[in-house]
């Protein structure tokens, strides 16, 4: 949390009402079945509507009902990077939350807690503890209802009136999300968030928290997750067919386009299995159609052998992997990037394929417009790594402007003449899909065994040599028509830092960081992961080290995935790696200390 | 555009739908399933661009590389999920689906089973020769307990899948067996599969003279066996027609299915239950009804402004 003036809770009563904060870091410690999630979306989407910045982090039982769940909102007035280090706020609504949670907030932070639920250590003179019998008085304000409910909506209301949130605003945001329901939903609802707004608090934290207006002005802003920015990005990019397999955590997805998709005409299809749902989308591809399938790692396991064949007979296909931590069943709902390498190499063959990593959740839409165009102008599959950070998190942020950005589908069954080549050697793939004249006569067979240009299969050393060298280049020009990347911070200095995908944020919150304290540091976060773009070795070469920061772990001969590629790539010895792999995503302390220990080695 | 009036159509020949020249062993039996569907597509004037092979891999999965149509030659198993995705986005197109025991049976068991529950629109031939041939004699799903193999040299130990009994459970809404040696009612079989609204499923008992020859004599007359065809209701209120096969009674399929080797021909299971396409098709109708004239762009913005 800082301040204007750089005041805290700790010395709150020495700040004038008129000190906004400039940013909060919120965690809210539950069980999952309190609702703290819908409370935490509804506090992010309240931001986007005030012309905040919000990021949320959330951790999520892999349990069927029930468990332990978190939810922390970071609200702030300028940029926001990143979920947070560490809460200034914690609501903890049992005593486990207490527990496990208490040393998540910073030193001077408010411990909000459940008088009925949880009995603090008031002696640790580290945070100021707030005790609210949160149980009791939603009851009381609900009427006297004994169920366990309306706890999330009164702590919204009280955190309404601590940060002074616009309460109209709120209001008409509860009201859309509950208005389709029952009508004693809505009503009871706004009963108890009215009774944690007037509850009153202000007396026991002896001052004012109301957190700064938001600077990004005009500018319409929407606010929502990773993972319905991808099934946007997917619908904007003209794909309106799919097939998936659920699982942990890209069911999300696979789900909207089921309800979706039938909206423009198109179909999502829910196969038996991983390997089903890849075929039937390769189906689809075949058929003329921009199509989709996707996945968590374990699942893109599974579709592998028909992604070398999509490579093969060359047909554009867009699959989407939500990794999570691995290997197995892993950590099913925790963020890890360990499948890098499985997308780019995992499958048999010389199959070069296109990988693409979201920086967040922004730019899940951007990323899906850049899948389809690529798939599409090279007939290529394109692999989209996500992660659960990005699948689960809320930003604001602009909103697309369609009129620029919207793709036609297109089905093009017109007759080929004669002339018509599928693979020729010195141009680019071109199908006709089934449902198109050939005025030959002659009808093409799409094959997975060599074929020559015509895709007649041939085992022809020669041109076995050619093809495979053909489908190399289609990547090596992608690469070339890449823009090369702008160092953030820094043009040159002492340390780069790079990354790929969510570690955007706190890689650039650190660089700011570094950089207020004096020092000449720079970031690149990798977007194209395969091929890379083109001109990296410039921007190395203008620094003392190149810091690689991921969340896979640090292998054999220490360095993590990308590490390991760049310095394959590269050769040089200036890249390091600092790797990470607790389920967990990096802190900003954890990425300056990382730094630090690279220049000290 | 020219002014001149559209050429009429030309009609579809064997000749046009001939392709490379198969490269099966003569004497295969798949030489026969191949020359029966010409004539049937012939018969059935389906328009030229609109007919597409596909096939997993096997023996007889190289069927696309010999029919002059649109067609693809997909991996090992997974022909049906492929044709799936064809027939579901591409309502327009016929789709037919050729493999082998292997490929239907074995490592594309479960994706049989799938199809046709969900009854997608296509036409499936099982061509059946109890043997894996191009990997070259190794025992197959449906090779009988005894029959020795490179996997087997004592003979196979394991029980067999019953085909049928597999395609009738399997929840299929046309099944029908054949045998590649009767031309005649392989192609009376295949016109009405490929009539057949839904998914339908023919097996044809098509020998494998290299590792297996005589596999199926016991179903050919002219190797001193019996081909004996399903006598199917004709509902004409005779005494005798009460003792004939009711192809949409489930229970007297299996029940057929329960016959010893080499059992009979014919259709085993027919019934009319709206496939996969009727009812996604459904469902696309109502999402687009309740949009309206919307755009896409329109249906997207609208799901921004929720958003906010």
């Known amino acids: 949390m800082t301040t204007a003036s750089a005041t805290s809770p700790s010395d709150a009563s020495t700040r004038s009402p008129s000190d906004k904060l400039q940013d909060a870091v919120i965690r809210l410690a539950g069980n999952s079945q309190d609702g703290i999630q819908t409370i935490g979306g509804f506090l992010a989407r309240l931001a986007g509507r005030t012309a905040q910045e919000v990021m949320t982090y959330m951790t999520i039982p892999s349990t069927i009902s029930g468990g332990p769940s978190i939810f922390q909102v970071h609200i702030g007035s300028g940029e926001v990077l990143s979920p947070g280090d560490d809460a200034d706020f914690l609501v903890a609504f049992y005593q486990h939350s207490y527990e496990n949670h208490i040393n998540s907030l910073r030193e001077g932070g408010v411990c909000i807690y459940d008088t009925d639920e949880v009995e603090p250590d008031l002696t640790d003179k580290r945070f100021t503890f707030i005790g609210i019998p949160i149980s009791t008085t939603t009851i009381e304000a609900l009427g006297g209802s004994a169920r366990d409910r309306g706890k999330n909506m009164f702590i919204l209301g009280l955190l309404t009136n601590v940060f002074d949130l616009n309460r109209e605003k709120l209001a008409a945001i509860i009201d859309r999300q509950f208005g389709k329901k029952h009508e004693s939903v809505l009503r009871n609802a706004m009963l108890a968030f009215d009774a944690g707004y007037s509850y009153p608090i202000g007396e026991s934290l002896n001052g004012d928290y109301g957190i700064a207006p938001g600077r990004i002005e005009g500018e319409h802003r929407i606010a929502t997750d990773g993972n319905q920015m991808l099934t946007c990005g997917l619908l904007a990019a003209g794909v309106r067919y799919g097939a998936g397999y659920p699982i942990t955590p890209w069911s999300s997805i696979m789900e909207s386009l089921r309800s979706e998709l039938p909206k423009y005409g198109g179909l999502f299809v829910q196969g038996e299995d991983e390997l089903a749902a890849v075929s039937i989308a390769l189906g689809m591809a075949y058929s003329g159609h921009l199509a989709v399938t996707g996945s968590s790692g374990p699942g893109l396991s599974l579709k592998m052998e028909a992604l070398s064949y999509a ?121 006709a899909p089934p449902g198109t004249p050939l005025e030959g006569g002659k009808y093409p067979v799409v094959t997975g065994l060599e074929h020559d240009e015509w895709g007649h299969p041939t085992a022809n050393p020669e041109l076995h040599q050619k093809m495979t060298a053909r489908r190399r280049n289609k990547l090596v020009a992608l690469a070339e028509e890449l823009d090369e990347l702008e160092v953030y911070g820094d043009a040159e200095g002492d340390t780069l830092l790079v990354g790929w995908g969510s570690t955007y944020g706190p890689i650039r919150e650190a660089v700011d960081r570094m950089r207020a304290n004096g020092q000449k540091v720079g970031a690149i976060q990798i977007r194209h992961l395969n091929p890379l773009p083109n001109g990296l070795e410039k921007s190395f070469a203008k620094f003392s080290r190149v810091a690689v920061f991921e969340l896979n772990d640090a292998g054999l001969y220490g360095y993590g995935q990308l590490a390991t590629l760049l310095r394959a790539r590269y050769c040089d010895p200036r890249i390091q790696s600092i790797t990470k792999t607790e389920g967990l995503g990096f802190k900003i302390r954890e990425i300056i200390a990382g730094v630090e220990k690279l220049k000290n080695a | 555009m020219s002014t001149a009036a559209p050429a009429p159509p030309e009609k579809l020949t064997k000749k046009m739908l001939t392709a490379d020249h198969p490269t099966w062993c003569p004497g295969c039996g798949d030489f026969a399933v191949l020359a029966a569907f010409y004539k049937v597509l012939e018969k059935l004037q389906i328009p030229h661009e609109k007919i597409v092979t596909i096939a997993g891999i096997g023996c007889s999965s190289r069927f696309p590389y010999f029919v002059n149509s649109h067609g693809l030659h997909f991996i090992h198993g ?231």
């Open chain 2, 78 to 308: 997974r022909a049906l999920p492929l044709a799936t995705g064809i027939s579901l986005s591409r309502p327009d197109v016929h789709v037919f689906a050729f493999g082998g025991d292997g490929d239907g049976f074995s490592i594309g068991g479960n994706h049989l089973d799938h199809c046709a529950r969900k009854n997608v629109n296509l036409t499936y031939v099982i061509m059946d020769n109890s043997v894996y041939g191009l990997t070259k004699m190794q025992t197959s799903p449906t090779s009988p307990i005894g029959y020795k193999s490179k996997t087997d040299p004592t003979g196979a130990i394991d029980q067999p899948v019953n085909p049928m009994r597999k395609l009738v459970a399997s929840g299929a809404s046309f099944v029908g067996r054949t045998h590649a040696t009767q031309v005649k009612h392989m192609m009376e079989m295949f016109e009405r599969a490929i009539k057949h609204q839904g998914f339908s499923v023919v097996e044809v008992l098509s020998e494998c003279v290299i590792f297996y020859p005589g596999a199926f004599d016991s179903g050919n007359p002219r190797k001193g066996g019996e081909f004996e065809i399903i006598q199917e209701r004709s509902w004409d209120e005779t005494a005798e027609d009460e003792a004939r096969h009711d192809v949409t009674d489930f229970s007297a399929a299996m029940k057929l299915t329960e016959e010893s080797y080499p059992g009979k021909f014919g259709t085993y299971y027919e019934v009319d239950r709206p496939s996969k396409n009727v009812l996604e098709q459904k469902w696309i109708d109502d999402s687009r009804a309740k949009v309206g004239s919307a755009s896409d762009k329109d249906i997207l913005q609208a799901r921004f402004n929720q958003m906010k």
């Open chain 1, 311 to 431: 490579v093969m007979a060359e047909l554009p296909l867009i699959v989407i992997n939500v990794q999570r931590g691995g290997p197995s069943t892993g950590l099913p709902t925790s963020v890890e990037q360990s499948d890098l390498m499985q997308a780019i190499y995992g499958s048999h063959g010389d199959a070069p394929r296109v990988v693409l990593a979201p920086q967040d959740v922004e730019d899940c839409f951007y990323i899906a417009l850049e899948a389809g165009r690529i798939a599409r102008k090279y007939s290529v599959p394109v692999i989209i790594l996500s992660d659960q950070a990005i699948s689960s998190r809320i930003e604001a942020f602009a909103e697309p402007n369609l009129d620029e950005f919207m793709v036609e589908a297109e089905l093009d069954i017109s007759p080929r003449d004669e002339s018509f080549k599928p693979y020729p050697l010195d141009g680019l793939t071109r199908h």
